[in-house]
């Protein structure tokens, strides 16, 4: 059974940083997607990163420069580390993973769908 477990969020004011943890457990894939999203209230849900099995990244343009994302195969973890934070960066977010195809193209992860997802951690930034 596939568990995804988000940690880290929380408050900050514009400006700071904040690291979000995701732990994965029961995902044994040998090529696979992984990703965060955020949803804000009242707003549909939006990519912000995601990350192949090869460790190829690809990044919402809102988020370019400011976030990166991480997997560490060792801990079964998937992270997103956070700088530069804006109000605009408020929102629930969400760990996913999934099996993928072997050898997809850079930004497959990005843009497909998922069926393995956390409960999600909020993020709030305040002006």
């Known amino acids: 059974q596939v568990q995804l477990v988000e940690s880290g969020g929380g408050s900050v004011q514009a400006g700071g940083s904040l690291r979000l943890s995701c732990s994965v457990s029961?995902?044994?894939?040998?090529?696979?997607?992984m990703g965060w999203f955020r949803q804000a209230p009242g707003k549909e849900r939006e990519g912000v990163a995601a990350?192949?099995?090869?460790?190829?990244?690809s990044y919402a343009d809102s988020v370019k420069g400011r976030f990166t994302i991480s997997k560490d195969n060792a801990k079964y973890t998937l992270d997103l580390q956070m700088n530069s934070l804006k109000p605009e960066d408020t929102a629930m977010y969400y760990c996913?993973?999934?099996?993928?195809?072997?050898?997809?193209?850079?930004?497959?992860?990005?843009?497909?769908?998922?069926?393995?997802w956390g409960q999600g951690t909020q993020v709030t930034v305040s002006s």
């Open positions: 996913a993973a999934d099996q993928s195809p072997p050898f997809v193209g850079r930004g497959y992860c990005y843009h497909r769908d998922y069926n393995y």
């Open positions: 029961g995902f044994t894939y040998r090529y696979y997607c």
């Open positions: 990350i192949d099995s090869d460790g190829r990244t």
